[in-house]
């Protein structure tokens, strides 16, 4: 499974993205795929995790209400919507498969089998 992401850039405080993540196509064997990101200095840190099959998600509370995942099984490809952005969103961010678990423990866990290359994004005046 091969993921690419693409959306990022800078943005002002305040400001929205949307990531995009086009997989090599969303299969069984991968059920669970989710953001992570990865400040300079800063450990990994899940942001959103979804089920392909039943579209349960999982977001970090520091995102709650401000980031939405989503995904488009026809197109195989995962969403996330940055809204109300902050500097401390600032980081690398990376989109990721898992075959085991729950997307719960897929994002607090930060367990995966599969890593995109990541995107970066920065939000700063």
Do not use: H
């Amino acid at each position: 499974l091969q993921l690419v992401e693409s959306g990022g850039g800078l943005v002002q405080p305040g400001g929205s993205l949307r990531l995009s993540c086009a997989a090599s196509g969303f299969t069984p064997t991968y059920p669970n795929i989710g953001w992570f990101r990865q400040a300079p200095g800063k450990e990994r840190e899940g942001v959103s995790c979804i089920s392909v099959r039943d579209g349960s998600t999982y977001y970090a509370d520091s995102v709650k209400g401000r980031f939405t995942i989503s995904r488009d099984n026809a197109k195989n490809t995962l969403y996330l919507q940055l809204n109300s952005l902050k500097p401390e969103d600032t980081a690398d961010y990376y989109c990721a498969a898992s075959r085991f678990g729950t997307v719960q423990d897929m994002c607090v866990y930060s367990v995966a089998d599969n890593w995109g290359q990541g995107t970066q994004v920065t939000v700063s005046s």
